[in-house]
């Protein structure tokens, strides 16, 4: 039992997926009380029709740190032993990695049948689960530990290393690391304890359940979510620190602290760090000094560790000396050699970490005991600069701090106000830092101040990957640069992270990660949820804008109105091309619950009549469940053209009646004597006419 | 669109003086022209100078323009004299017909009564047209203003921003002078 101290620490900020214990109280696996768990009276949850998961049979011993196991039958062949692992929900997990392995033979891995998105009534919510093939001889460091399984130096190789080498060898051709390689998550497939595979990787982010020891240094650094990607270089290391603790049966350094381990391993490297003090065989030296090399590119690949399987001579080990001064640089009561402790030192430290830095003596001693003018002028750069930036973010104690950390170890993790994330690991720590405390201001920070293209300005050798990281830095600093709905946080969130599933208080619990399931799961949210709040919020906004391949700007733009009507116009679009695009069937709950708010939209119409002809036709097309049909009721150009037309003669029509009613009231007086005026001259004219008349008609009598 | 109209902001111009010496020159055609009538015919002159006596103290009194209260006169004065000149013209041309019509007040009452009720038409009309057109007026704000209701219940209070527009326009922009 070994090995639990070590996982104890690990995976302990997101609460396992059932009994959501707090944080570093939960049981490890292995030490789980063999009574049976109360009865859940629900029933077997069913996956593709085929695999029964059974939420009354737990089986404990195979829980991972962030996922638990239950017992699985398949309907198919009942003779197959299976379990499924039910994933934290809000925990980024790894579809790429269960893309590539699910329904596949891969040598040394756990085969994946399924995964599937469920309803799983312990939690109340849907999650993802993920079915394996049951391994019937447990954990081989259970069976170690317990001594049903002895074998020699001379076996470990055949039986333990080389399926294990063999699965990393599988997995690296998918191109995807497996990041979860430790002693607790190797199984025996069989019975009989003939069969060595890796288990799960795929719950949880890359390098999020992996204990300090097993991760390279500057990866052990970061918090759990921070770890990164990782390539097959992380996962060989990985290999090499579980290699040493399965040789052995124990952990050789477990009674050492997280942070003199990590300590010990920068002054004197990994390997003699780990295997220092322990009894392993000689012949299993040279492969464990090659995999837990801390220098990348002089680390064991695939093609050392086959070729030295297979009895080959590998070439010999070359050892990059570290870096470290002859004397001290003395800091608040400590010595360091190193400037990766003193930096390691100054990230924990940061409320008196500008003493040192913009101490003399530290300069000094970079330049005369690590001998590393570079670094010397880098910290006195990094001062000056920030001096002279002193009202901008980058003249912050912080950023100088976090700066100064960075010169002094380019390869360790950015690290500002505590947060540490390896550059390819930001997204998945920003989504564990957005889970799990519910504010991602300070990854947000590091983003805005720039501090990873600070990362890669230092790094002194060009890296695969890094012109695509930081590309996507860019990108997300743009993304981070709008407040509209669509953008901001949340689209980096999505974009970073694309197997996380929708955050939106609305469909939280659908775990909706793909967004064919949106539309669904907003029309399952219509019975539960308020009508009176909209399907749509800056969460949804940002997942649909990440993930849904269309260009969706036109609609993100009124979406962001000010104006209600333009905004409630912009979300029934939205919704309606998404329905249309994807051909989502009819949405009769969202169709109805986006029918009741159309009211403002409604009234952007001038027209009473049109709108009372619009407020009868919704009805009608909330029976058909159709949003671009709803859309086009009310937003159809025609009748837009018509309305406005409408709109603009009637505004004419008023304008001419108010100007000639001002006409007649405000004339006054001047209107008075007009019409005095027009009385004299209609009674001239009368006294004229009726002249004539009597002269005319006088005159024609007396002629005749 | 309707433009709202430009109402008059001065007064209007006053009519230019007559030309120097213009007066004196009318004077002199009237005196011809009076004498060439005498000429013609004597009795229709007197008769008509005094028969017309009303017309031309109201032509004097009216101080307007148009001297509307003169033709008001004028009109119903003439009628009134008319049957007299016919009497002069066809029965008995001479200066003692036109005497005795002159000097017979019943004669005279009729000339003069006509002339006065050309006054009174002249007193009388104005107040009955204007109340007339004042009506007329206020049926067609009354019309129009339904109209403005109907077209607010139909187009909502929007189309009142259109005349506020326009006022402010039309504030920022006075028409020129």
Redesign the interface.
């Known amino acids: 039992m070994a090995e639990a101290p070590i996982e104890a620490e690990v995976g302990n900020d997101i609460p396992p997926p059932d009994v959501m214990a707090p944080p570093g109280l939960a049981p490890e696996p292995e030490m789980q009380p063999t009574a049976p768990p109360p009865r859940t009276g629900a029933g077997p949850v069913i996956v593709r029709d085929r695999y029964f998961i059974n939420p009354d049979a737990p089986l404990v011993q195979l829980d991972s740190p962030s996922a638990k196991a239950y017992s699985v039958e398949d309907r198919r062949d009942l003779s197959r032993k299976m379990f499924a692992l039910i994933c934290t929900p809000g925990l980024p997990t790894r579809v790429d990695l269960m893309s590539a392995i699910r329904g596949v033979e891969m040598e040394g891995l756990l085969p994946l049948a399924e995964w599937e998105i469920v309803d799983w009534p312990l939690l109340g919510q849907k999650t993802m689960i993920l079915i394996y093939e049951r391994p019937l001889g447990g954990r081989v460091m259970d069976a170690i530990e317990g001594g049903a399984y002895k074998l020699n130096e001379y076996e470990f190789p055949r039986r333990i290393m080389a399926p294990l080498v063999m699965a990393v060898k599988s997995i690296s051709t998918e191109d995807v690391p497996h990041r979860a390689i430790r002693p607790s998550n190797v199984f025996f497939m069989d019975e009989a304890m003939q069969t060595v595979v890796l288990g799960d990787g795929a719950t949880s982010p890359p390098g999020f359940d992996q204990p300090m020891l097993f991760e390279p240094i500057d990866r052990s650094m970061t918090g759990p979510g921070g770890r990164g990607k990782g390539s097959l270089a992380d996962d060989i290391y990985n290999l090499g620190a579980t290699l040493v603790v399965l040789m052995l049966g124990y952990n050789p350094v477990a009674r050492i602290s997280d942070e003199d381990l990590l300590t010990l391993k920068m002054e004197q490297g990994s390997y003699a760090a780990i295997c220092g003090s322990a009894r392993l065989p000689i012949a299993l030296l040279e492969p464990l000094r090659g995999m837990l090399n801390d220098t990348v590119g002089e680390r064991w690949g695939l093609e050392e560790l086959t070729g030295w399987l297979s009895g080959k001579k590998q070439p010999s080990l070359k050892q990059i000396p570290i870096v470290r001064s002859d004397f001290p640089f003395q800091f608040e009561g400590n010595n360091f050699y190193s400037p990766r402790t003193l930096s390691r030192y100054l990230s924990r430290h940061r409320e008196t970490a500008l003493q040192a830095i913009t101490n003399d003596a530290l300069i000094g001693w970079l330049r005369k005991g690590v001998g590393d003018a570079n670094r010397a002028d880098g910290i006195i750069a990094t001062v000056e600069t920030a001096a002279l930036q002193k009202n901008e973010p980058q003249g912050t104690d912080e950023f100088v701090i976090a700066k100064a950390c960075m010169v002094l170890d380019p390869q360790a993790p950015i690290r500002y106000k505590g947060f540490a994330f390896m550059p390819d690991g930001f997204p998945e720590a920003l989504a564990v830092e957005f889970l799990h405390r519910g504010d991602a201001t300070i990854p947000l920070e590091v983003l805005k101040i720039g501090l990873p293209p600070v990362w890669y300005s230092l790094q002194r050798a060009v890296f695969i990957g890094a012109s695509v990281q930081q590309s996507d830095y860019i990108k997300l600093t743009g993304y981070l640069s709008l407040n509209d709905p669509g953008f901001g946080f949340e689209r980096c969130l999505y974009e970073g992270n694309p197997t996380l599933a929708c955050q939106s208080e609305l469909i939280a619990k659908e775990y909706v990660y793909e967004i064919d399931d949106l539309l669904p799961a907003l029309d399952a949210a219509s019975n539960r949820v308020d009508n009176k709040t909209k399907p749509m919020d800056r969460h949804l906004a940002a997942f649909i804008a990440a993930r849904f391949e269309e260009d969706i700007h036109p609609h993100l733009k009124a979406l962001a109105a000010p104006v209600e009507e333009t905004a409630t116009i912009g979300m029934l679009s939205l919704l309606a091309f998404l329905q249309w695009k994807l051909r989502v069937s009819a949405l009769f709950g969202l169709s109805s619950w986006v029918g009741g708010l159309l009211g403002p939209a409604i009234n952007t119409y ?4 049109t709108r009372h002809e619009i407020e009868k036709e919704i009805p009608r097309l909330v029976r058909k469940g159709s949003l671009p049909e709803l859309f086009d009721l009310i937003d159809n150009a025609e009748k837009r053209r018509s309305d406005a037309a ?3 003669a ?12 001002r ?3 405000g004339a006054g007086s001047e ?2 004597s007009k ?17 004539m008349i ?2 005319s008609v ?2 024609i009598v ?1 002629l005749f | 669109m309707a433009m709202p109209p430009n109402f008059p902001t001065a007064s209007e111009p006053p009519p230019p003086p007559p030309p120097p010496g213009q007066g004196l020159r009318a004077l002199i055609w009237g005196i011809l022209l009076v004498g060439a009538f005498m000429l013609i015919s004597l009795p229709t002159v007197i008769l008509v100078f005094f028969g017309l006596l009303p017309t031309i103290v109201a032509w004097i009194v009216d101080r307007s323009d148009k001297k509307y209260a003169m033709f008001c006169v004028f009109g119903m004065n003439f009628s009134g004299l008319f049957p007299f000149l016919m009497d002069i013209w066809f029965k008995e041309h001479s200066t003692d017909a036109a005497m005795r019509i002159l000097t017979d007040v019943f004669d005279l009452m009729v000339i003069y009564t006509a002339a006065g009720f050309g006054w009174m038409l002249y007193i009388a009309l104005p107040p009955v047209i204007t109340t007339f057109l004042t009506v007329m007026s206020e049926r067609r704000v009354t019309v129009l203003k339904e109209n403005q209701k109907t077209i607010i219940e139909e187009w909502g209070e929007g189309v009142i921003n259109v005349v506020e527009t326009l006022d402010k326009d039309s504030m920022n922009n006075p028409p020129r002078i």
């Open positions: 001038h027209s009473r009549s409408g709109f603009e009637a505004a004419s029509e008023f304008a001419t009646a108010e100007y000639e009613i006409d007649i009231e209107r008075q019409a005095e005026i027009t009385g004299k001259q209609t009674a001239a004219v009368v006294s004229v006419v009726l002249s009597i002269a006088l005159f007396e």
